[in-house]
């Protein structure tokens, strides 16, 4: 992989990304708590809404990773 030139990210792109990041973050958090209160809801069990946040957090984190992956081998 080569390295990207300093000078050759866009401001706009950079903004752009950084946006998509929260926005990928939020969806993937707000998905987890919901399935974890459906979850809920049938068990009775309180703590798959715990369970949920975090899995929707990881699952957050690796679409990110791999989105950050993605912009810098397009540089």
């Not at 998905?31 to 049938?42: D, E, H, M, S």
Request: hydrophobic letters at 50%; glycine letters at 14%; one cysteine or more.
């Amino acid at each position: 992989m080569k390295k990207p030139d300093p000078g050759s990210m866009n401001p706009w792109k950079a903004a752009g990304l950084v946006s998509a990041i929260g926005a990928d973050l939020v969806v993937c958090i707000l998905g987890g708590y919901f399935a974890g209160a459906y979850l809920t809801k049938k068990s009775g069990h309180p703590a798959w809404v715990a369970a949920g946040v975090i899995i929707g957090l990881a699952i957050g984190i690796v679409s990110v990773v791999f989105m950050i992956k993605r912009v810098l081998e397009d540089s």
